[in-house]
């Protein structure tokens, strides 16, 4: 046993964090008996560098052996419950880095955690357009969609799928500014004179936006991150979980109550 003044938590951290053997052999053992074959297979190391790691191991009173076995103490299957959990924030911190500062913030109700299995597509340099991308590929396989400020920049790149999308039947709500409602009906006049006329396709608008837009579809949430003043979609994170959808439910009736219907202009056939 390592004398109690000896380490600090700190250093308990850095040598498990040091070599990523510790940790996984560490979680292995907090799942079962493993045997030093098993370990040794799992980790890809040698025998004396797992025997090196058990014996530091019992040192700390973090893993018993019975027989040829060993198997995490209540005190190991703790710490390897609490290096999961570090790692797991840590993996969700890097995913999202980039991106938080247009994330919706914790006074909407909106946390970090909510978002720890989102997939995160962030428009690069090398590629700007690939948060439009996934969104298409959420949008081909829903049947509804409602969107609280899709913005231009998104929807513009996606149109053609949005609107054979209205033409399959897809039942459509997109609650947006007016100009951006303006610019789809200018822009595209024959299909958007189409689409407002169809039962399952609803454009409303509304003058006061959060700073990001809110897309529900059948089994995700996609939250679409722009820049301010100009609209530029710096990514698009999406997720089935359902905090996040219970969230974003919340977030766009509250906007839906307010909103009114787009007055039409005449769009040319």
Sequence with gaps: MLPKTAITPLDDIEFLARSEHRVTALAALARRPQSRADLIEMTGTSRSTIGRTLREFEQRQWIEKDGHQFEATQLGGFVAAGMRELIDRLETEQRLRDVWQW???????????????AVVTVAGADDPYSPMRRFESLLRDTTTVR???????????????????????????????????????????????????????????????????????????????????????????????????????????????????????????
């Design 103 to 117: 994330l919706p913030s914790e006074t909407s109700g909106f946390t970090i955690e909510m978002a720890s299995d």
């Design 147 to 269: 969107f609280l400020r899709p913005e231009v920049a998104l929807m513009d790149l996606c149109f053609d799928l949005l609107y054979q999308r209205v033409e399959d039947g897809v039942d459509m709500t997109l609650i947006d500014r007016p100009e951006c409602h303006t610019y789809f009906l200018s822009t595209y006049p024959n299909r958007s004179s189409k689409m407002v006329k169809r039962d399952n396709f609803t454009i409303l608008e509304h003058d006061d936006f959060p700073p990001y837009g809110i897309g529900l579809l059948d089994d995700c949430v996609a939250i679409s991150c722009y820049e301010q003043g100009n609209g530029t979609v710096h990514a698009v994170i999406d997720t089935d979980a359902p905090a996040v959808r219970e969230w974003a439910e919340s977030t766009y009736e509250s906007y839906r109550r307010e909103a009114r219907p787009h007055a039409l202009e005449s769009v040319a056939e």
